[in-house]
């Protein structure tokens, strides 16, 4: 693989970021950073969707104008994603003015071609999706079933996309191309989708929404916001703008997006760049949602919640916990929840216990008998050595997970190694071969075998848990820069002999959130 580019949805800017918004943008920055550590030239796109009837009437209620209203909420966005260590390579604003151009000219090139051309229409409304639905979508009471509120008719004027010209073509292709649509339990819904397809309107007259791009030579419409929205993929890499950035990233590798939006993206975009003749993405990845103690997160219930309330409320200094959580909540691709009680369970289960103990009580005895050092007779060959042979084979099937986007089961199988060096260590017990002379030797190996295998584990889940894997890898003596590393560059054998650390440098990676320790820190 020469590049790797991919792209979240852009988030409506009518409220705040929630921790649901948060899953989207850490798991395609998880993704990013395992594909950095692969050596491939990476590039991570993001950013805010701000036009439409929604925003409209968001800075409307609260009296503002609504660029001003977007630019105080688009900090929001950037804020949370910093607090997150999301960290993009450009975060794009569908107000700004390469944008806008990208936007006209695939308007005024579908609309030359004949692919964009006026009629009138009737439609059903809604202004939660921002898009006309059929009688087929809605629900028993005639109510859009994702926001549960009556769709408006809509007598207009508006300009056509001819999708359903494009209509076979997209079939045959999600058909000819397993890895388009995934996760593939998805497929099956979009075929359906698609047998009834009709041309969308991508326009909306200027009296219904004047909060848009203007359609080109027509003062009286504005381009219909599914139109500008998505071709913030094209703009955010550089197309019409920057050819060198263009020609290297597109097409994306990755369309990281939420259920709920599938059919926009495998139907409409991908119409859209049939008929630009643009090249066009290799997957599109649908993830589930999250709930909040089983419900879904609504203003109503006064149950949304933002990253940033985790992270105060349990005075975390790093996102760490909270990422880690997100991405193994429940099998990437499926629906998850969050409730305090499993966040705390499981991130003191395997960061807490697992993970930081583990390295702790090594370096702990390594200071204890060793003062610390490495001994090169310590050193073990990888030749018929359990850890070694299950950690090489843990950093193959991380890769293979991620190849396939399994986000939550490479985690699960770095988490199973270091479940298995605890056991090691208990079998071997350290502690007790350190008493006498002629065990000694066997104790620094097994010492060593368990802090090789962290050093790796702390490569394998820095995407995860940056911070985490930073701290340990410092306490492992190690001073290359560590998101430098490759995991190409793991092989057993990495931890050198001499003195790595020091009784003042061994403390806790990952306190045990609610134990007295955490207490005392957040009393200071
Ligand atoms: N603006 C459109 C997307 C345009 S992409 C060209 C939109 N915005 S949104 O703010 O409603 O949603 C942004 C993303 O967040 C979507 O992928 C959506 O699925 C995701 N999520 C919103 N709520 C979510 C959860 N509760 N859980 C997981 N993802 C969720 O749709």
Request: with cysteine; net charge negative.
């Amino acid at each position: 693989m020469e590049k790797f580019y991919i792209a979240t949805a852009i988030d409506y800017v009518n409220a705040p970021p929630h921790i649901g918004h948060a899953y989207e943008k850490i798991a395609s920055d998880v993704i990013y950073r395992h594909f950095k550590q692969r050596g491939v030239s990476s590039y991570f796109l993001t950013g805010t969707d701000e036009h439409g009837i929604k925003i409209q009437k968001s800075a409307l209620d609260k009296g503002i104008d609504p660029q001003a209203f977007c630019d105080e909420i688009v900090e929001k966005f950037k804020n949370e994603w910093a607090l997150l260590d999301v960290k993009y390579d450009r975060f794009i604003r569908t107000t700004e003015k390469d944008h806008e151009n990208v936007v006209q000219h695939i308007f005024k090139t579908l609309f030359n071609k004949g692919d964009i051309y006026k009629a009138s229409y009737t439609g059903l409304y809604c202004a939660g999706c921002e898009c006309f639905l059929n009688e087929r979508e809605l629900d028993q009471n005639g109510f859009c079933p994702d926001h549960k509120a009556k769709p408006q008719e809509i007598m207009e004027e508006n300009y056509f996309f001819r999708l359903s010209k494009y209509k076979n073509k997209i079939i045959e292709h999600i058909k000819a191309n397993p890895r388009f649509i995934m996760p593939d339990y998805r497929v099956n819904e979009v075929l359906n989708q698609l047998k009834d397809i009709e041309d969308i309107s991508v326009s909306r007259s200027k009296e219904s929404v004047s909060w848009g791009i203007p359609v080109p030579d027509d003062e009286s419409q504005v381009i219909y916001v599914w139109i500008d929205a998505l071709s913030n993929y094209l703009t955010g890499v550089g197309y019409l703008n920057n050819d060198e950035l263009f020609k290297k990233f597109w097409s994306a590798n990755i369309h990281m997006i939420g259920k709920d939006i599938l059919k926009f993206h495998s139907i409409y975009w991908i119409g859209i760049l049939m008929a630009m003749e643009i090249e066009l993405p290799e997957t599109i990845y649908a993830h589930g949602w999250i709930t909040v103690d089983q419900s879904k997160m609504s203003k109503s219930l006064g149950n949304v919640i933002a990253p940033n309330a985790i992270l105060t409320a349990y005075q975390l200094e790093s996102p760490d916990a909270l990422r880690y959580f997100l991405m193994t909540t429940t099998p990437f691709g499926r629906d998850g929840n969050y409730s305090d009680e499993d966040f705390k369970n499981k991130v003191n289960a395997d960061l807490a216990n697992n993970l930081g103990n583990l390295l702790n009580r090594t370096l702990t005895m390594l200071v204890k008998y060793f003062d610390g050092n490495i001994l090169p007779e310590a050193i073990t060959s990888s030749e018929n050595n359990n850890q070694a042979d299950m950690t090489e084979k843990t950093v193959l099937s991380v890769i293979e997970n991620f190849n396939d986007y399994e986000i939550s089961n490479a985690a699960e199988n770095i988490i199973k190694l270091v479940d298995n060096a605890n056991k090691y260590v208990n079998e071997q017990a350290p502690w007790a071969l350190a008493k006498e002379e002629e065990t000694k030797l066997q104790c620094a190996q097994v010492l060593y075998n368990v802090l090789e295998t962290l050093r790796q584990v702390s490569v394998l889940i820095y995407p995860f848990t940056p911070n985490i894997s930073r701290e340990m890898w410092v306490q492992l003596g190690q001073e290359d820069n560590l998101s430098d590393v490759l995991l190409s560059d793991l092989k057993w054998g990495g931890l050198k002999e001499g003195k790595i650390t020091s009784a003042e440098q061994v403390k806790p990676v990952f306190l045990r959130m609610d134990s007295e320790l955490a207490g005392d820190k957040k009393k200071k």
